[in-house]
């Protein structure tokens, strides 16, 4: 079996062999009617923040999730990890994907043959966690500050669609991330995220890049003592994210529980995210650190001033805020305020975010949050478009409300309500999104998810129902899951009503502890449209235990 998979792995990085490839995939996709216990889950996140060069996603558990892996947005790839926390992670957007606060995406995770309780969508918690500390800057203990910890993975994979009213698109993409934390217990650490992608087949009238090649994270740090780190290369600094990364160096010292930091280098291109040596910006921040048995909190408050061939761009005031109280109340909140405008220093609140979460019980949680953004503007860049920038200089607001229950240890019932508005009524939205999920199907093993989505807007509603069963095929082995998913548009100056489904089905085989490999495909019906989607990758983890002193 392993040679055959490995095989198919080969004929994949060849055109020639596509038919046979995507024929193996069909007949394992129907192939999946086995009964044993689930080995990997699809689980959603919630978007909670968006800024110019972030996306932050909150989950319920972001262990299994890893820097390079990516999110999914409407069964397409959106989203790629750069940092995280426990419970939420810092990602950039891909594939030109559009994404608001409020929004669902999710994350394919493999999990142990034992059974989990906790749902496919899990309990959301938008509030970032009191782990969202750089961990490598922090006051730990000195008996695990100079410990090897290594993870890594390396992946690549083959994106195919083919239609019978549109031109076939076939993509190749790798992927490699890398946490190294003091290496061989030394006082130095790295870590890095690169992806490459090329289009294969692309229209007759395409006349963009081809082949993409992206560094979203690579950097060495220093430890030089317990309190004082130094860093170089590309890193979004977890107590700055709204700053995001930052080509060049780092510093950041401990005080006791206060700390003091400041950055120097460049931003990424707007356009391609590569190096840019115009785009020159340096900051600094100080924050205190508290953390006892039933408190912790980090607070932090700092300024950037950014710059676009020498002219200042922007330069604003920043301030993050996060904790979490007795274990069950966790707060967070973030803004900006720029301080520079065309007649010198301007001042506008540009960001401001605001979540809370509530445990009740182990069973019952709560949150809310608000965000309220405006657009931000280089005054150097975007300087032929600041009048009309200006003059639509509305704050885009947004509520979420949301509640998740487990009334049953295997069943888990969850609702949440956003609504997104603005002073002269564009672009205004509600959303309500339901699911139940049952972690183990009685008599028959497996976890079986059900969600309702309802949106409306000023043109158009969108409903929006989707069931999926997952399981083991062979325990430890081979994973299957199955999906069906119904979407209603209805526009509303066209009396016509647009429906579309979807069939999809994946199998993920494990093989030698640290490989796997996924073939996924999909069938969507559109009127007379049929589009073929089938998704390839083969992915090798690896990893260093912590050595003992």
């Not at 970032?128 to 890594?152: A, F, M, Q």
């Not at 009238?205 to 780190?229: K, Q, W």
């Not at 300024?303 to 979490?324: K, P």
């Not at 929006?464 to 083991?472: E, G, K, N, Q, Y």
């Amino acid at each position: 079996m392993r040679v055959m998979l490995v095989s198919l792995v080969t004929r994949m990085e060849k055109d020639k062999a596509m038919k046979k490839t995507i024929s193996f995939i069909v007949i394992f996709i129907t192939a999946l009617s086995a009964t044993a216990q689930e080995n990997e889950e699809v689980i959603e996140g919630t978007v909670t923040f968006v800024t110019a060069n972030n996306v932050y996603v909150r989950f319920e558990d972001t262990e299994e999730i890893n820097i390079g892996d990516t999110l999914q947005f409407g069964n397409s790839d959106c989203l790629q990890v750069t940092q995280k926390s426990t419970s939420s992670v810092v990602c950039t957007i891909i594939n030109n994907c559009t994404i608001n606060t409020g929004e669902k995406v999710s994350a394919t995770i493999k999990k142990s043959s034992e059974v989990i309780e906790m749902p496919n969508e899990p309990i959301e918690d938008e509030a970032v966690p009191k782990t969202n500390v750089d961990e490598s800057t922090s006051n730990k203990e000195s008996e695990s500050l100079y410990r090897e910890n290594i993870r890594g993975r390396v992946s690549v994979g083959s994106y195919n669609t083919f239609s019978n009213l549109r031109e076939s698109r076939d993509r190749f993409q790798a992927r490699f991330s890398l946490s190294a934390n003091h290496i061989g217990d030394s006082k130095f650490s790295t870590e890095s995220y690169i992806a490459y992608r090329g289009l294969l087949t692309t229209p007759e009238d395409y006349s963009g890049r081809t082949s993409l090649f992206n560094v979203y994270n690579l950097n060495l740090r220093f430890d030089a003592t317990e309190d004082l780190s130094l860093t170089v290369g590309r890193k979004i600094n977890p107590k700055a994210t709204s700053v995001g990364a930052n080509d060049g160096l780092m510093v950041e010292n401990y005080f006791g529980n206060f700390y003091v930091g400041a950055m120097a280098g460049f931003r990424p291109d707007f356009f391609d995210y590569g190096f840019n040596a115009d785009l020159f910006q340096y900051g600094g921040y100080v924050g205190v650190e508290t953390n006892t048995a039933d408190f912790y909190s980090e607070t932090t408050l700092g300024a950037m001033d950014q710059s676009n061939n020498g002219m200042t761009d922007r330069r604003y005031l920043f301030f993050q805020h996060n904790s979490t109280i007795a274990s069950n109340l966790n707060l967070f909140s973030s803004m900006e305020l720029d301080i520079f405008g065309r007649e010198g220093s301007n001042t506008r609140l540009t960001n401001i975010y605001l979540s809370a979460r509530y445990r009740f019980s182990k069973n019952v949680n709560a949150a809310i949050s608000y965000d309220s953004r405006k657009r931000i503007i280089y005054y150097q860049t975007f300087q032929t478009e600041i009048e009309r920038i200006l003059d639509d200089d509305l704050a885009r607001q947004g509520v979420r409300l949301r509640l998740n229950v487990r009334p049953a240890k295997i069943l888990w019932l969850g609702a949440s309500y956003s609504n997104r508005f603005q002073n002269d009524q564009q672009n205004k939205s509600d959303n309500v999104y339901a699911y139940a999920t049952l972690s183990k199907i009685p008599g028959i093993g497996g976890r079986f998810n059900v969600s309702y989505n309802i949106n409306t807007s000023r043109y158009l509603t969108g409903n929006i129902l989707s069931v999926r069963h997952s399981r083991d095929l062979v325990r430890n082995k081979l994973y299957a899951d199955v999906y069906f998913r119904r979407a209603d548009y209805s526009y509303n100056n066209i009396d016509e009503e647009y429906k579309q489904n979807y069939f999809g089905g994946g199998l993920n085989y494990t093989f030698s502890k640290t490989w796997q490999i996924n073939f996924s495909g999909e069938l969507s019906t559109f009127g007379d449209e049929q589009n073929y989607r089938f998704y390839t990758r083969l992915t090798k983890r690896f990893y260093s235990k912590n050595k003992k002193r």
